[in-house]
């Protein structure tokens, strides 16, 4: 199988700012997880800077073993949408 992808081995710098973004939440769209990162410096708005970062469900490491970054999205929404 494909390699997998754990976002915490990434880091998500602002290309504004330069300095690191933080995640702040999770998503799903179709067969992929979305993770928002937000630049937490004083000289960015979160609205204008904020990064999505796409991972392939398949290979989302980070997702599968942090149940609490589910939180029950799976039973929520896209009930057998795959
Ligand atoms: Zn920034």
């Not at 992808?5 to 290309?15: T, W, Y």
């Not at 700012?17 to 933080?22: A, I, L, N, R, S």
Request: proline share 4%.
């Amino acid at each position: 199988m494909a390699a997998s992808i754990n976002i915490r081995n990434l880091s998500i710098k602002c290309g504004n700012c330069g300095e690191y973004q933080t995640l702040v939440g999770f998503s799903r769209r179709a067969d992929w997880n979305v993770y928002t990162y937000e630049c937490e410096s004083q000289e960015c708005d979160p609205e204008v800077t904020r990064t999505l970062l796409e991972v392939p469900s398949a290979l989302d490491e980070f997702a599968r073993r942090d149940p609490n970054w589910k939180h029950g999205g799976q039973d929520d929404m896209g009930d057998g949408e795959s």
